[in-house]
Nanobody
Framework: QLQASGGGLVQAGGSLRLSCAAS????????MTWFRQTPGKEREFVAA????????FYADSAKGRFTISRDNAKSTMYLQMNSLKPEDTAVYYC???????????????????WGQGTLVTVSS
């Protein structure tokens, strides 16, 4: 029900736009979120957006470089990533959960829908 795409290989300083297409149900009251994970590291919160509006959240590592957005008509969430760094290399996952409060948005354990992940590799 969540399909992530848009990953690839890019040089440091470059840009990528990830997409997460939602299907099969309405996500109107959901929080839609990007997480990332590299081997040997814990899953890391990147950015989140409330599907019905009213809140956007970023990890400190994403502020000023990444922009999360959504297109209700296309049922798709995006993550525009600019000024990419080698440390942004990871598998990026989109996830969804209903009606999370702000203090719980960054914890992946609170999410019950996950996309399959898309690999982002940033070369130095």
């Amino acid at each position: 029900q969540l399909q992530a795409s848009g990953g690839g290989l890019v040089q440091a300083g470059g840009s990528l736009r990830l997409s997460c297409a939602a299907s099969g149900r309405t996500f109107r009251d959901y929080v839609m979120t990007w997480f990332r994970q590299t081997p040997g590291k814990e899953r890391e919160f990147v950015a989140a957006i409330r599907w019905s509006g009213g809140g956007i959240f970023y990890a400190d590592s994403a502020k000023g470089r990444f922009t999360i957005s959504r297109d209700n008509a296309k049922s798709t969430m995006y993550l525009q990533m600019n000024s990419l760094k080698p440390e942004d290399t990871a598998v990026y996952y989109c996830a969804a959960a209903p009606r999370l409060i702000a203090s719980t948005i960054r914890d992946g354990e609170n999410y019950n829908y996950w996309g399959q992940g898309t690999l982002v590799t940033v070369s130095s």
